[in-house]
Nanobody, 127 residues
């Protein structure tokens, strides 16, 4: 099973930026999708953004559109989440996730669709 390791979280003031990285230990097949989810205290885990590995189709939650950008580096087996104009409500633990299986051009948005998860990285935005 592929292992995912996130990095880049931290404390930032509102309006600031952070870039999260997620490195995969093994090969990511072209049929895969990678995504970032987040979970705030007392809330369910929700998708933030996702990207299909081969074509690079992306999905963004409405709450982050225009502020966050997901990208991938196939040579490094790494996916990134560039977060700008951060708000206190972006505070959460951010998880990287990998979905394998049948080829798709659509980013799946539910946690159950993903096979592997990272350990999470804390992002805290102060007001």
């Amino acid at each position: 099973q592929v292992q995912l390791v996130e990095s880049g979280g931290g404390l930032v003031q509102a309006g600031g930026s952070l870039r999260l990285s997620c490195a995969a230990s093994g090969r990511i097949f072209s049929s895969s999708t990678m995504a970032w989810f987040r979970q705030a205290p007392g809330k369910e885990r929700e998708i933030v953004a996702g990207i299909t590995w081969s074509v690079g189709n992306t999905y963004y939650a409405d709450s982050v559109k225009g502020r966050f950008t997901i990208s991938r580096d196939s040579a490094k087996n790494t996916v990134y989440l560039q977060m700008s104009s951060l708000k206190p409500e972006d505070t959460a633990v951010y998880y990287c996730a990998l979905r394998t299986g049948v080829y798709t051009i659509v980013v799946h948005q539910t946690t159950s669709a993903y096979d592997s998860w990272g350990q999470g990285t804390q992002v805290t935005v102060s007001s």
